[in-house]
Structures are given as structure tokens and as C-alpha cells.
């Protein structure tokens, strides 16, 4: 069922610490010490309203993001504690300098949200986990001097497992998954650490009898396929394995490839046209491959010696990033295409691959669970 982890890659995922309320301690260090109460003010009643978070001396108390105000006003009420009103721009600010040093520690990085983000390692250090830690030493040390702000980081050998990992120990942590640890971690969390896993979901798999991940992992899929329905069945079984073959993001990823060429001369010959189609081919699903995507749809273009713009296209039986497919594809496009226009005199050729998505088929999931 799609990929796995590659071999040798390595994640990391980096979760700034209680974000809004470190912020805030660092605008007014006088605060540090205290339980800091970040809020959302309704503006409704002056204390109405939700904790959007709190530092860790707060949450000592049992004040978390989404209590009322209220309530966290009647657990702290015999601490010196601080209510502050939440300042998204100062924040982001914040953010957007951290973002940008930590961009440079990886070969690709992906912002997941104002706290977090994935850096790809892997073809930087060839697998080596034991450099992979060292530079989650160096990012954690590096943004505690530029920010003053700390951060829980995550490796591992895919995106799932770095998140897993970087909420294992919170805060100021640093959690390493190596691929030969996966199954003995993994096995004794509670469900509800896979990202995702919410109440209901908890809840259900509760009624199956399922607390640990272990106990998940002996499911079968077609149990979690008829509970959950096929995608967050499919996300479950492949969690609990400790499977994720999502790519990080770098940049958006490209819904279509393509690759387009002029021949030696006008031809109406097939047999001029393929070598140069064949490496056309070649090139771009080799850029398939790296990216680690299939396509589900090829198309030929041919630009003839008017200038005149023709395509073809093949929606294929399923994804693949197979060249012999994809050439084969394309060869019978181009025939199709010289024999319906006769008389066609081709100046340049070009292939298209769209469709495209990466092979594991999954995108992020997670977040739409419960
Ligand atoms: P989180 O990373 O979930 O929380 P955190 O950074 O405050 O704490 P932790 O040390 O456990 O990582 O969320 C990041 C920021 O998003 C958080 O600082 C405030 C905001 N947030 C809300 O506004 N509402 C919410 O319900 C949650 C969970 C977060
Ligand atoms: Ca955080």
C-alpha cells in the first residue's frame, strides 16, 4: 500500500514551546516564573472568552488551550498569575525570523503551522542519525541565542514519526525515532499520540478494545476500513506501522510536469519524432521519480511548422511514475495524433504528465480526523 519510509531518510520536526505565552515572556521577563495565561477575549463580558495557551507553570494548574477564561481564572486564583490578551502579529513576527533560520539545516523545509515545521535531511548525511541529533542540538541552540525561545524537536524517519517524537517530551526536548526503535516506541503509545487521534476517534477504537498502538497495529484493515471508512482506515493502519511516505513541501508541489523540444527538422515521420520524444519522456519522468510523484494523465504536444498547438492525452489505469508505461503512452499518442492529422508537418515535440500526486497517495490525513 504505497511507500513507506525510504531508506535513509531522516525528519525533524521542531515544535516551539508554549509559543504565545514565551513570546510574552520575553516581551516582559518580569512574567517568567509565573503562570502565563495567553486569551482570546470575546469582548462579550471582560472576562469572556478562551485560553489560547499558557506556560508550563500554568498548566501545573490544569489550565490548557480552550478552557474558558473563567475557569482558568478559578484555578489559578491562589497564584500570582498573568492574563494576557493575545497579540498574533507579535507572534508571527517571531515566527517568521525563526522560519527563516531554520530554513539552512535542511535540503527541503515545510512551515506546518506558526510553531512548527519539517526539515528533510536525508540527502544530506546519509542516514546518519547520529548527525541528525547533533543538528537538532545546533537548531535548538541556535534559536534559543537569535529568539530566546526554546523548542522540542523530533527525529525520525518520516514526517508522522518526527511529530510523534517532538511531543514526546515537551518542553525543551529532543526525541530521536531511529528506524530499528519504531515498533518498540510506537507500540506502547496510547492511540491517541497519533496525530489526528482525537476523542471520538480514541473513543472508538476503545470500543474495539484498542488503548495502544500495538493493539492497533493487530487491526485488520478491512476492521478500520468499515469503522472509520477506507482513507482514515488506510492513515490508521499505515500509523500505527509507523508508515508515512509524505514528502516535505519545500515549495507547493507541481500538479504537472512537462518537457518540450524542436526536432533536427519538420518531420511527419514517427520514426524522427520518437528518439527525441523517448528522451523527453526519460527526463521528466525522472523528475517524477526524484520527486518521488506518479502522474495519472499523459499528453503529447506537437507544435507543427505553422506554429499550430495539438495534444493528446491518455488518462492511464492508475498512477505510476513507470517509464516504460509512460513511454508507451506517449508513443501511441503521437501515432494517434499523425495519423488524424495528415499532411502534419511536426517542428516541436513535448510530453506532459499530470495528475500528479505523491505516491503514497495520502495528503496529510490527520487533519481531518474527529
Ligand atoms: P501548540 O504547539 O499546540 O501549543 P504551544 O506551543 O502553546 O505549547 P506546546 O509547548 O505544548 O507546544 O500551539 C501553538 C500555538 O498555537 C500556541 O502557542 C497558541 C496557538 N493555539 C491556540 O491559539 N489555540 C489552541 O487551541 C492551540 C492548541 C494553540
Ligand atoms: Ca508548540
Known sequence: MGSTSLPGRIILHVDLDYFYAQCEENLNPALRGKPVVVCVYSGRTEESGVVST?????????VKAGIPIVRAK???????????????????????????????????????GIDEAYLELSSSINGDFEKAEQIAREIKQAILE????????????????????????KPNGLTVIRPEDVKTFLGELQVNKIPGVGRKTEQSLNQLKVERVDQLAKLDLSVLRETFGSSVGDYLYRAARGEDGEPVKGREQPTQLSRIATLKKDTQEISEILPLLEELVSS?????????????????????GDLSIHSKSKTLESPTNNERIIAQASKDLIAQFLKSARNASVRRVGVKLSGLSTRSGQTDISRFID
Do not use: H, W
Not at 499558557?54 to 490544569?62: S, T
Not at 537569535?146 to 517532538?166: D, F, R, Y
Not at 525522472?286 to 499523459?298: E, F, G, R
Open 284 to 304: 521528466a519522468t525522472l523528475k517524477l521519480t526524484q520527486k518521488a510523484m506518479t502522474c495519472k494523465t499523459v499528453s503529447i504536444i506537437a507544435i507543427l
Open 74 to 112: 478559578k484555578l489559578l486564583d491562589t497564584a500570582d498569575a498573568a492574563f494576557l490578551p493575545m497579540n498574533r502579529p507579535r507572534y508571527e513576527a517571531i515566527s517568521a525570523r525563526i522560519m527563516e533560520a531554520l530554513k539552512p539545516f535542511g535540503n527541503a523545509f515545510e512551515k506546518a
Open 146 to 169: 537569535q529568539e530566546q525561545i526554546t523548542c522540542t524537536v523530533g527525529v525520525a524517519p518520516n514526517k508522522l514519526l518526527a511529530k510523534i517524537a517532538s511531543d514526546y517530551n
Open 54 to 62: 499558557c506556560n508550563y507553570e500554568a498548566r501545573k494548574y490544569g
